[in-house]
């Protein structure tokens, strides 16, 4: 399962992409239907804008031969992006930015709303503990029964070799 940082702390620069990775690409992975139901139960959702309009487009997935080999173009995936910001007077505004496969633009806005309220100190940890620690753990669940069942399927090959 992905650890994540309880709050936001004095971590190198390093640390901190790194941990903001991780709830992104939990964020990115969750469904439209778990981000509105996380959306919808936050005590006080926040005013935000959108600091560009929603955008869906193409991105080229790369490959490595044998994972670390040559590059080569797998071919293209649609992408869907959002940022937003959320406004704070007398403090520095929130921004939030998110990124998902697909064509679901409220999907990508979420992600981008729940990216910036955990840049927030005052909200991290709360959020962090009804939006990304449950979201993860389903995630990680699934993961978990996938692999169950393809181990369930699992063959294995050997070669019987005679000698006269």
């Known amino acids: 399962m992905t650890h994540f940082a309880a ?4 971590e190198s620069a390093a640390d901190g992409n790194a941990i903001r990775q991780g709830w992104i690409r939990v964020l990115a992975k969750a469904s439209l239907a778990e981000l509105e139901a996380a959306w919808a139960d936050l005590p006080a959702p926040p005013a935000y804008r959108r ?6 487009g193409l991105a080229m997935v790369r ?11 797998l071919g293209e995936m649609t992408m869907t992006r ?3 910001q959320i406004p704070r007077p007398g403090r520095t505004p929130l921004t939030g930015f998110g990124h ?10 979420l992600v981008a709303l729940f990216d910036a309220l955990l840049q927030d100190e005052e909200r991290h940890a709360a ?6 620690t449950p979201i993860a753990a ?6 978990a029964e996938t692999a169950r069942k393809v181990a369930a399927s699992k063959v294995e090959f050997f070669t019987l070799v005679t000698t006269r």
């Open 7 to 10: 709050s936001p702390g004095p």
């Open 51 to 56: 600091l560009r309009p929603t955008e869906t």
């Open 63 to 73: 490959g490595r031969i044998g994972g670390t080999g040559q590059p080569f173009n």
């Open 82 to 84: 959002a940022a937003i």
């Open 100 to 109: 998902v496969a697909g064509r679901e633009g409220r999907r990508a806005e």
């Open 127 to 132: 959020v962090m503990d009804a939006v990304i």
């Open 138 to 143: 389903r995630q990680a669940a699934g993961k």
